[in-house]
């Protein structure tokens, strides 16, 4: 029997909690990784993933302790090795890509400089061959024009690219295992589907074994042979990629994949309630059993063993043959439909953005640059009761036109106006007070919208005090009462942020918005940044909310899956400019603009027999051309010159499903399904 | 349930001063720094009524003698004893430091946390404005003052408050500018509420903390100013005994009698260290990392 790459055996690590007891961050872990093998280690935020990656390094976090077990690598025990010898395997034979590299590259040292570095430690390579074998790693990484490359600073480098340059990095050990922790996340959809291919090829041909850390399924459903899935400190299950993602048989798998918005699958995802035991906090018991669907008595008194199955799977559950009952697909409810005679309740006319403001000597000089606004020529109606997704990358001006509808931001250009009442004042100030009430904002991070210094009932009692003038005890009586809209007790309303989880928190903030009682509420992103058995029941929340209150929202996402969910119609920004805009069934089908084609193709479905498709390159444009098409750059269906230099037209489909460009809807149509049973073949 | 929702909020509001409380004490430097100050504040209160001697008690006979039995730190040229006059000399300083520190982080804060809200140009300008006026030495500023208007009390306190309340300023604005673009600010914004609202309600429990251990820390400054002015014979007038009055006489006889300089001296450095420790015992509890700021 040959020695495994990485074996860890039956590892502990904990830390010493403010008691003084030692709480547990990881209990009794077993992990193999062979040679040219790729393992994902999935989790929600809190199952100690991030901490058995590092501990396969032998690095503890600050504070952790090793309680039991051991790590080898290449059959030597980690723990056990000297720092020198440490520092020659990390970053030479055991690599690391961490989730944001942008903060990992040092700022002050060109790429060059930074590549070379990394040679001069870990490689054989010649002295003279750094800069030459530095130009090639950086090729091999796909980076356009690598010898301009070697002379940036990280920061001239947009995210998907100092992600390219610390996988390159990383190689220039000639590693034989990878580590990755969540090194997507926070990049756009169509960069991660690159990045993961280029992995994927990486690992492949040089036979590189790869520990891929994340809590996105899609990502590791392309490129993990097998996969651990965590929960609370332990492994719940352990298999194929297959069977732990088309078949799950521990329950906590299978709630976390019904807990997935997926792109084929229109239904609101199932939430999956309750949150999991904090470290230390999981009793006698299986650490599941409090939100599981399956337990029994037996559960809570004795913990069950990870169980190895015939089949190659293990798994941590005492009633694994009962888990196929439980559904993998969502059972939630089908967003209400859009009733199409409804009124309008609000209107974007020709909406204008821009950030440049022209400097004083432009002004004396009257000189009017070439500068292409931000976000330009918006036109929505937004119909009273109907949800309107806007979708788009980072820079797509989502967010932008979020604040200048809630006056956060004025618009240089074009009118927003409200149902009947004429033109909303582009300012927040100069609003009335019945126009500031019905429109109300959800922002994206629970953390940053909260003030930590107020309690729950304060944050509650702006908006009540502000637009109704409660106090005293119907103040108290609507707070809770709110609160229970929220499905949050009373018994919150004393508590602050900090003593809420990240789910909790996210559901006072939508309540602080309904408690103004809006018309319209605008939501900036407002899952993007909890775990997604918490984002499916906020999802769920906001659906309900709707139903009945009858509030109109605008839901911003970057995530396609997400915003098809929840919406009626989707309106596909690029460059802040409309691509495409419809009802959110057609928008998602043939014909789409090439935009909306690409985005979708990037798509990554938590099943490992899909591919996405990559049809564009994967560059990030800072800024809209300055006439034409805003996709010219990157359209892989571009005409011709026409494209740089005519604003393309609205192409009119069926239900109102519009596209700007200059291909017809037939001519869309009939490309786009050549290629997609092109694929099929 | 017709609970009121008032008594729960003080409550939390309650539990996190003391657990602040909790920890500065269980940190050395909280706890040796709180020791010194408040050690400091009682003696300052209940001096009066335990000194030994008449401050103002001259005795021709006994004059610059050294520590003994009857005279523990001796007496100065004059006669009087040494150990009554240190234990009375930091009341005056304590008195008005004690009620322009909060006069100068009360109204230095708020101008500080309105100039970081408003931003922009104006605040440029009026920050520009701060900066020149800090440029000059502080001492050359109070001296016009003091000596235009008179050394008493009714003069010392503005002056100390005024001077001390620009640093702040510059401290505040800096803080506020890390709160203001947040969310939540925004969010408060969206909704309509006042300027005046937005800097009460979501502005200063946030700048609190900063403004506190900044005040911890320009206490001790301006106790330090205040002594040095009575050193020049602006503080003070004698016969009442203050510390920096104190090192001034007893200076030109420090070759043979260092007694009467080092009691003083003891007793105001032993004050200041209490207050720097205890803030930044405060600064770490409160998770300010003070490290990071230079002070003005």
């Known amino acids: 029997m040959t020695t495994p790459l990485i074996g860890m055996r039956d590892i502990s690590i904990g830390f010493t909690g403010m008691s003084g007891a030692t709480l547990p961050v990881l209990r009794n872990i077993g992990l193999t990784v062979n040679a040219g093998e790729s393992i994902g280690i999935v989790g929600e935020s809190g199952s100690g993933k991030s901490t058995l990656a590092l501990a396969a390094m032998g690095y503890l976090k600050r504070g952790l302790r090793l309680l039991e077990g051991s790590v080898a690598f290449q059959g030597q025990d980690m723990f056990a090795r000297t720092r020198t010898e440490l520092e020659k395997i990390r970053g030479g034979e055991l690599a690391l890509i961490p989730q944001n590299s942008g903060q990992s590259l040092t700022p002050t040292l060109r790429i060059g400089a930074q590549l070379i570095e990394a040679l001069r430690l870990h490689s054989d390579v010649a002295e003279a061959q750094y800069p030459a074998k530095a130009v090639e790693l950086l090729g091999q990484v796909r980076l356009p024009d690598p010898q301009a490359i070697m002379t940036r600073f990280p920061h001239e480098l947009s995210g998907g690219q100092q992600q390219r340059a610390a996988i390159a990095m990383a190689l220039a050990g000639e590693p034989t295992a990878l580590l990755l922790d969540e090194p997507t996340t926070g990049l756009d959809v169509t960069t991660q589907a690159h990045i993961l291919e280029l992995l994927r090829d990486i690992a492949r041909d040089r036979g590189m074994a790869m520990v891929y850390v994340s809590h996105d399924l899609g990502a590791i459903a392309r490129v993990c042979d097998r996969v651990v899935v965590m929960y609370a400190g332990e492994v719940v299950l352990e298999g194929s990629a297959r069977q732990v993602l088309k078949a799950p048989i521990h329950p906590y798998a299978r709630g976390l994949l019904a807990s997935i918005p997926k792109l084929s699958d229109p239904r609101l995802p199932v939430a999956l309630d309750g949150r999991p035991p904090s470290p230390g906090g999981a009793g006698n018991g299986c650490s599941f059993v409090d939100r599981c669907a399956l337990a029994q008595d037996g559960c809570r008194n004795s913990r069950p063993d990870l169980e190895r199955l015939p089949s190659g799977e293990a798994v941590r559950c005492f009633h694994h043959q009962d888990a196929h009952k439980l559904s993998l697909v969502g059972s939630g409810a089908i967003p209400a439909t859009l009733d199409e005679n409804a009124p309008a309740a609000l209107h974007l006319q020709d909406v204008v953005i821009s950030y440049h403001r022209p400097g004083l000597l432009d002004k004396i000089l009257s000189r009017h640059g070439d500068y292409a606004p931000t976000v330009d020529g918006i036109e929505i109606t937004i119909a009273k009761g109907e949800t309107l997704g806007l979708v788009g990358e980072s820079g797509s001006g989502k967010s932008t036109i979020l604040k200048a509808i809630a006056g956060l931001l004025p618009p240089s250009g074009g009118k927003i106006t409200v149902a009947n009442e004429g033109a909303l004042a582009p300012m927040v100030e100069q609003r009335s007070p019945d126009h500031l009430r019905k429109i109300q904002l959800i922002f994206q991070n629970p953390d940053d919208s909260l003030n930590p210094r107020q309690t729950i009932a304060q944050i509650l009692e702006q908006p009540l005090k502000l637009y109704f003038g409660l106090t005293g005890d119907a103040l108290y009586q609507r707070s809770a009462d709110i609160l229970d809209r929220v499905r949050l007790g009373a018994h919150y309303l004393d508590r602050l942020p900090s003593q809420l989880s990240g789910g909790e928190k996210q559901r006072v903030a939508i309540a602080r918005a309904f408690a103004a009682e809006p018309d319209l509420v605008l939501c900036d992103e407002v899952t993007s940044a909890l775990d997604v058995s918490v984002q499916a029941a906020v999802l769920d929340l906001l659906n309900d909310l709707k139903a009945t209150q009858g509030t109109t929202y605008v839901f911003v996402s970057h995530d396609l899956a997400v915003v098809r969910a929840l919406s009626d119609r989707v309106a596909v920004l690029y460059q802040g400019r409309l691509c495409e805009l419809g009802p959110s069934a057609d928008v998602y089908s043939t014909p789409s603009h090439p935009y909306t084609e690409v985005l979708l193709g990037a798509v990554l479905e938590p099943d490992p027999d899909t591919a996405p498709t990559l049809s564009a390159d994967d560059v990030v444009e800072l800024s809209p051309p300055a006439r034409g098409c805003p996709f010219q750059r990157r359209c892989p269906r571009k005409i011709g010159p026409i494209c740089d230099t005519d604003t393309p037209p609205w192409q009119h489909g069926a239900q109102g499903h519009t596209i700007k460009c200059h291909h017809s809807i037939q001519d869309l149509e009939a490309v786009q399904s050549q290629d997609s049973e092109k694929q099929r073949a | ?296």
Not at chain 2, 198 to 227: C, K, Q, Y
Not at chain 2, 271 to 292: E, P, V
């Open chain 2, 1 to 296: 349930m017709t609970l009121t929702a008032v008594a729960p909020q003080q409550n939390t509001r309650l539990m996190r001063t003391l657990s602040v409380l909790r920890d500065v004490v269980s940190r050395p430097s909280g706890a040796i720094g709180l020791f010194l100050v408040v050690f400091h504040v009682v003696l300052a209160l209940v001096s009066p009524w335990i000194v030994p001697y008449d401050y103002k008690a001259m005795n021709s006979a006994m004059m610059l003698t050294g520590p003994e039995a009857t005279h523990w730190l001796g007496t100065d040229h004059l006669g009087r004893d040494v150990f009554t006059r240190v234990l009375l000399g930091g009341r005056e300083a304590l008195l008005v430091t004690g009620i322009a520190t909060p006069i100068a982080v009360a109204w230095g804060g708020l101008v500080g946390i309105f100039f970081g809200l408003i931003g922009g140009r104006v605040d440029e300008v009026l920050m520009r404005v701060v900066d020149a006026f800090l440029s000059l030495p502080w001492i050359l500023k109070m001296l016009v003052l003091i000596v235009t208007f008179g050394t008493g009390i009714e003069v010392l306190i503005p002056t100390l408050a005024f001077f001390y309340g620009i640093p702040v300023i510059r401290i505040a604005r800096a803080a506020t500018h890390d709160v203001v673009a947040r969310d939540f600010i925004s969010a408060a914004r969206a909704r309509g509420h006042s300027r005046l609202t937005i800097i009460r309600h979501e502005l200063l429990p946030n700048v609190l903390d900063t403004l506190m251990v900044e005040g911890a820390m320009r206490w001790s400054w301006m106790l330090l100013a205040f002594s040095s002015l009575s050193f020049l014979g602006f503080g003070v007038s004698p016969p009442t005994p203050d510390w920096g009055l104190m090192i001034a006489d007893a200076r030109g006889f420090m070759s043979f009698a260092p007694w009467g300089v080092l009691g003083p001296v003891i007793a105001l450095s032993s004050l200041i260290i209490g207050i720097n420790l205890t803030a930044d015992a405060l600064a770490k509890a409160l998770g300010i990392d003070r490290a990071q700021k230079a002070p003005v």
